[in-house]
C-alpha cells in the first residue's frame, strides 16, 4: 500500500521561505510516478502547484509559482521536495502532496486533482504580511 507523508510547512513572513517534503513508501522501484504538490486555501478549489516525473525528473509549474518554487526527488526517488522562495500572503494554504504511477505526467493536465491516486495528509503553510 502506498503511503504519503508531508511536512516542512510552517509561518513565514513575506518574502520568506520554506521547504516542503513528501516522504513516499510503498512503491516498487521500477515503477514511473507522477508526483505533485497541491495547495488549498479556505473557501478555494484545490490548486496544482508544482509537478515532477520520477522517470525523467520532467518539472511543471503554476504559473503563479514559476521562479519562486522548485520541485525536486532525491536519488532514490523516495521524496519530493518543494522549495518555496519570495513567499507572499496569497500562498498561504494547506499544501498537498499526490502521486500516480504512470508513464511520465500528462503536460496538459497534471494540474488537476482527478490524476492522481494517492495524497498525503497535508502541510500547512502561513505566510504573513
Known amino acids: 500500500q502506498v503511503h504519503l507523508v508531508e511536512s516542512g510547512g510552517g509561518s513565514v513572513q513575506a518574502g520568506g521561505s520554506l521547504r516542503l517534503a513528501c516522504a513516499a513508501s510503498?512503491?516498487?522501484?521500477?515503477?514511473?510516478?507522477?508526483v505533485a504538490w497541491f495547495r488549498q486555501a479556505p473557501g478555494k478549489e484545490r490548486e496544482g502547484v508544482a509537478g515532477?516525473?520520477?522517470?525523467?525528473?520532467?518539472?511543471y509549474y503554476a504559473d503563479s509559482v514559476k521562479g519562486r518554487f522548485t520541485i525536486s526527488q532525491n536519488t532514490p526517488k523516495t521524496a519530493t521536495f518543494l522549495q518555496m522562495n519570495s513567499l507572499q500572503p496569497e500562498d498561504t494554504a494547506m499544501y498537498y502532496c499526490?502521486?500516480?504511477?504512470?508513464?511520465?505526467?500528462?503536460?496538459?493536465?497534471?494540474?488537476?486533482?482527478?490524476?492522481?491516486?494517492?495524497w498525503g495528509q497535508g502541510t500547512q503553510v502561513t505566510v504573513s504580511s
Open positions: 499526490a502521486s500516480v504511477p504512470r508513464p511520465g505526467c500528462p503536460s496538459d493536465s497534471w494540474w488537476m486533482p482527478s490524476q492522481y491516486v494517492t
Open positions: 510503498g512503491y516498487r522501484y521500477y515503477v514511473g510516478i507522477c
Open positions: 515532477i516525473y520520477s522517470g525523467t525528473g520532467s518539472a
